[in-house]
């Protein structure tokens, strides 16, 4: 039986990204995924006044897995409203609490660091923290105005992310390291600190190392060749990836995965890069990412030889100095670049 994939191209880019890679999976697993594509978008919203009908999330648990493109379009709806609209919904509904984004250089890759051995596992914890949405103001529109943002950490979820990083370190070089900033935020992070603790002791052959969200960031720069899987809380993890993305050559080789890993719910696959408005419909966006992304949905669904074909030719891609360099090729270009190593 075919995989069963929901594909939401979404805003901007997403839509020629998405496209490109729906060709390569279809040439790496030829009849093994079978899409069905879903117009959500900030399009939809201004259509229907929602980013996804009511029974959006029931329409996507009957599928294996989802391929986002790209979701905003900040001129017509404001970010919050995308992202508490479709991104979050979903990512919380399916338990979806790992992301994993990958950082590395593909061959014929220049970062801007003088550097060539860059290998970062970044793990996110994706469904709380900072990013949980309890909060709330008061005396809008007065000089009294307050603003409260909760972030919110469970013993529960935690725990998880962090066996789920272990894990991942476990079957790598065993070396792991942990993201807070408790000599600040002496409740949440203190308790992030305690945990590693706990579930370190889970772990004894993995090397656990801990900083601060601020000497990560430096060390990312100064030093990545010492690092290997990085776990983090929701906001710290968004920002260091993005960091990890400039440092891999850009936001145009930025994949990611939104990870169930208790399998009971469809996971979902995404380029970082968002629907870049300004370059929308110019033919010129970067959609490795997005086919990277789709690799590692293939390896999610058990086909691991095919997602190691899509990662062999993106690699003889670069290696040929194509889609190294932003808006020099063309999306279609280097699509049918890799179609051909293929």
Same mark, same amino acid.
């Given at each position: 039986?075919?995989?069963?994939?929901?594909?939401?191209?979404?805003?901007?880019?997403?839509?020629?990204?998405?496209?490109?890679?729906?060709?390569?999976?279809?040439?790496?697993?030829?009849?093994?995924?079978?899409?069905?594509?879903?117009?959500?978008?900030?399009?939809?919203?201004?259509?229907?006044?929602?980013?996804?009908?009511?029974?959006?999330?029931?329409?996507?648990?009957?599928?294996?897995?989802?391929?986002?493109?790209?979701?905003?379009?900040?001129?017509?709806?404001?970010?919050?409203?995308? +992202?508490? =609209?479709?991104?979050? *919904?979903? #990512? $919380? @509904?399916?338990?979806?609490?790992?992301? !994993? %984004?990958?950082?590395?250089? +593909?061959? =014929?890759?220049?970062? *801007?660091? #003088? $550097? @060539?051995?860059?290998?970062?596992?970044? !793990? %996110?914890?994706?469904?709380?923290?900072?990013?949980?949405?309890?909060?709330? #103001?008061?005396?809008?529109?007065?000089?009294?105005?307050?603003?409260?943002?909760?972030?919110?950490?469970?013993?529960?979820?935690?725990? #998880?992310?962090?066996?789920?990083?272990?894990?991942?370190?476990?079957?790598?070089?065993?070396?792991?390291?942990?993201?807070?900033?408790?000599?600040?935020?002496?409740?949440?992070?203190?308790?992030?600190?305690?945990?590693?603790?706990?579930?370190?002791?889970?772990?004894?052959?993995?090397?656990?190392?801990?900083?601060?969200?601020?000497?990560?960031?430096?060390?990312?720069?100064?030093?990545?060749?010492?690092?290997?899987?990085?776990?983090?809380?929701?906001?710290?993890?968004?920002?260091?990836?993005?960091?990890?993305?400039?440092?891999?050559?850009?936001?145009?080789?930025?994949?990611?995965?939104?990870?169930?890993?208790?399998?009971?719910?469809?996971?979902?696959?995404?380029?970082?890069?968002?629907?870049?408005?300004?370059?929308?419909?110019?033919?010129?966006?970067?959609?490795?990412?997005?086919?990277?992304?789709?690799?590692?949905?293939?390896?999610?669904?058990?086909?691991?030889?095919?997602?190691?074909?899509?990662?062999?030719?993106?690699?003889?891609?670069?290696?040929?100095?194509?889609?190294?360099?932003?808006?020099?090729?063309?999306?279609?270009?280097?699509?049918?670049?890799?179609?051909?190593?293929?």
């Amino acid at each position: 039986m075919p995989h069963r994939i929901a594909v939401i191209p979404g805003d901007g880019i997403g839509l020629d990204v998405t496209t490109a890679a729906l060709e390569v999976l279809h040439r790496a697993l030829p009849g093994g995924v079978e899409t069905v594509s879903l117009d959500w978008s900030c399009t939809h919203y201004l259509r229907t006044g929602a980013m996804m009908p009511p029974d959006g999330i029931e329409t996507l648990r009957g599928f294996d897995a989802i391929l986002l493109g790209a979701v905003g379009w900040p001129a017509t709806v404001p970010d919050a409203v995308s +992202l508490h =609209g479709l991104l979050l *919904p979903i #990512r $919380k @509904a399916f338990r979806q609490y790992a992301n !994993i %984004r990958p950082h590395r250089l +593909l061959p =014929g890759v220049a970062g *801007p660091l #003088r $550097k @060539a051995e860059i290998d970062i596992l970044c !793990i %996110r914890e994706n469904t709380e923290g900072e990013y949980s949405g309890a909060g709330g #103001r008061v005396h809008q529109g007065t000089r009294d105005e307050v603003a409260v943002e909760t972030a919110i950490f469970t013993r529960a979820g935690v725990e #998880r992310i962090l066996r789920f990083a272990f894990r991942q370190a476990r079957a790598r070089s065993g070396r792991l390291a942990s993201v807070t900033k408790s000599n600040a935020q002496r409740h949440s992070m203190v308790f992030w600190d305690e945990m590693t603790d706990l579930v370190a002791a889970e772990f004894p052959d993995v090397e656990v190392t801990r900083y601060h969200v601020d000497a990560m960031a430096a060390r990312m720069v100064m030093a990545p060749e010492s690092l290997d899987v990085v776990v983090a809380s929701n906001l710290f993890g968004d920002i260091l990836t993005d960091l990890g993305a400039a440092i891999q050559g850009g936001l145009g080789f930025a994949a990611s995965a939104n990870i169930n890993p208790d399998g009971d719910a469809p996971s979902m696959f995404e380029p970082v890069h968002g629907s870049a408005p300004d370059i929308a419909g110019q033919g010129i966006a970067n959609p490795i990412a997005a086919v990277w992304s789709g690799a590692m949905m293939l390896d999610h669904l058990g086909e691991g030889a095919a997602a190691a074909r899509i990662m062999a030719a993106l690699g003889r891609v670069t290696g040929r100095g194509i889609g190294t360099l932003p808006g020099r090729d063309r999306t279609e270009v280097i699509t049918a670049a890799i179609l051909e190593e293929m």
